[in-house]
């Protein structure tokens, strides 16, 4: 069986917030890629509520069929709510108020006690709880004591790299999913992954999920945009 995919749908409700409007709902988008295959739906539940909001995230709670992951910051406020929602699984992520997107891995190793606290609230709470990380031993061995299942190794560093710098961190990123499987984490990965870059991270050896956001959603307005003008001027008679 092949990688299993997480379609992230919070450029979907970019979108609606663009016009403060009521569409395009994510939970709608949700829908639509399962349809189309997708074996999980993340959404990033922002302190700022920029994009996905609460009632989205209850809704999709309902709605989802396939597996529902859930990204958030270790906070308090945050870890209720997944307690209250229920997700299938948590993605513990960093997060800075004016970041454009989430910029790097957790540092689990300087946040031990907060780590530690927040996986095991949410897994007495029966969610799988995965952490972001960055391809560094010290941070995968820190989110393995840290009790948590899993590690989603972060991408993002070997999507921007090019040439011999991408090599090396692809490098990082083999060596990552070799060590965390050691440790009998499951190893996922995501950050700027796309249709030119994904096929070397997908071939990875024991990497069992990938979260990709941007780019399936960037290509989804270009590959529907010649049918939405289509059925507009059919309105026009
Ligand atoms: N994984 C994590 C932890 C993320 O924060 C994001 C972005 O929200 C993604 C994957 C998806 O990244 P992209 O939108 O670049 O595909």
């Known amino acids: ?25 994510p939970v709608a988008a949700a829908v639509l890629a399962e349809l189309g295959g997708a074996d999980g739906i993340t959404v990033h539940l922002r302190a700022d509520r920029r994009h996905i909001k609460d009632r989205d995230l209850r809704l999709l709670r309902q709605v ?8 958030m910051a270790a906070t308090e406020g945050m870890i209720k709510i997944a307690l209250e929602v229920k997700p299938d699984q948590v993605t513990l992520v960093p997060e800075k108020p004016n970041e454009i997107t989430t910029e790097g891995g957790l540092d689990v190793e300087n946040n031990q006690e907060t780590v530690v606290q927040a996986v095991g609230r949410l897994k007495g709470g029966g969610i799988t709880v ?20 899993a590690i989603e190794i972060h991408t993002g560093l070997y999507a921007e790299a090019q040439g011999g710098e991408r090599e090396k961190e692809y490098r990082k990123i083999v060596e990552a999913a070799q060590l965390a499987q050691n440790l009998g ?14 096929g070397p991270i997908a071939s990875i050896p024991g990497v069992k999920e990938l979260n990709i956001g941007h780019s399936i959603v960037a290509r989804s307005v270009l590959v529907g945009m010649e049918r939405a003008v289509r059925e507009m001027k059919r309105l026009l008679g």
């Open 64 to 71: 989802v069929k396939t597996k529902l992951n859930l990204e």
């Open 130 to 149: 995965s952490i972001f990380v960055d391809p560094d031993p010290v941070q995968v061995k820190a989110a393995k004591e840290s009790g948590a299942d």
């Open 1 to 25: 069986m092949g990688v299993k995919l997480g379609v992230n749908i919070d450029h979907v409700a970019t979108v609606r917030e663009a016009r403060k409007a009521q569409e395009p709902d």
């Open 185 to 198: 984490l499951v190893v996922h990965a995501g950050h700027g992954l796309d249709y030119r870059n994904v």
